[in-house]
């Protein structure tokens, strides 16, 4: 169950948040927790959480280790502060950014490669969906984002699938929609890696009141929260549905 906190809180606002969200959540051991937290609220958040069940990570880096590349942040600094994750390719990136298909898998294995785990995001955008084109968008961001890990690479990944129309809009997607996606998406990673033991995680406006029936789909092995992610107790009961 991973938090993807965005553009929010300030570090004085994560330690205010882990100081009652670890009690909410310290007796989980059935769920791995990750909170993907701001580059600068990173050290407060690794502090706070050492020592628990909760492990911490950064929304995006660069695939250089170092170098002139004003304003970017890399692995291996990502890794030397003790980060365990990474979001690459989130649809904000991807809209906003100038992500594509081929960054994520360069922002992906520079990631592994210095030791982080990657949530590698994947979605459609709402005309895609109407025009039915879910499944080959889905397919065109696997080719090229995801299938040219090696298999121990993609060893070390979550899909993240997150249909953009349901992202911070209070619409999800249907469980049963949801639970095709994924179908799709383990289809698709079965046919170049073994496909069986990947989590795929759900986001797009995923909240307390929705988690369990997402959850109870075949294929959804987890979620990606946003806005939900932001309050403790909504976190915790979201972890804990
Ligand atoms: P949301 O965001 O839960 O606010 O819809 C999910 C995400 O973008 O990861």
């Known amino acids: 169950m991973a938090a993807n906190w965005k553009m929010f809180k300030t570090p004085a606002e994560t330690t205010a948040f882990f100081n009652d969200f670890l009690p909410l959540v310290n007796d989980v051991t059935a769920a791995e927790i990750a909170i993907c937290a701001p580059f600068v609220d990173l050290p407060t958040a690794i502090a706070a959480t050492a020592g628990s069940n909760v492990t911490i990570g950064g929304q995006n880096l660069y695939w250089a280790k170092e170098g002139a590349f004003t304003g970017e942040i890399s692995g291996p600094m990502l890794k030397a502060i003790g980060c365990t994750w990474v979001i690459v390719g989130h649809s904000e990136r991807r809209q906003y950014f100038g992500e594509t298909d081929e960054t994520v898998l360069r922002r992906t294995k520079a990631a592994i490669e210095a030791g982080l785990k990657v949530i590698v995001c994947v979605g459609e955008v709402l005309a895609e969906r109407e025009a039915g084109q879910t499944e080959a968008v889905l397919a065109k961001q696997f080719e090229g984002g995801i299938a040219g ?17 349901a992202i911070g809009t209070g619409k999800t997607a249907t469980p049963e929609m949801a639970a095709d996606a ?3 998406i383990r289809a698709l990673a079965a046919t170049k890696f073994d496909a069986a033991s ?12 929705n988690v369990a029936s997402l ?18 107790v909504s976190f915790s009961k979201v972890v804990k549905f």
């Not at 959850?215 to 403790?232: H, K």
């Open 198 to 209: 990947v989590r795929i995680l759900y986001g797009g406006s995923v909240k307390p009141d």
């Open 149 to 165: 890990l090696t298999p121990e690479e993609f060893a070390q990944i979550v899909i993240a699938y997150e249909p953009v129309w």
């Open 182 to 184: 994924h179908k799709a």
């Open 215 to 232: 959850m109870a789909q075949e294929d959804i092995d987890g979620a990606l929260v946003g806005g939900a992610s932001l309050d403790p």
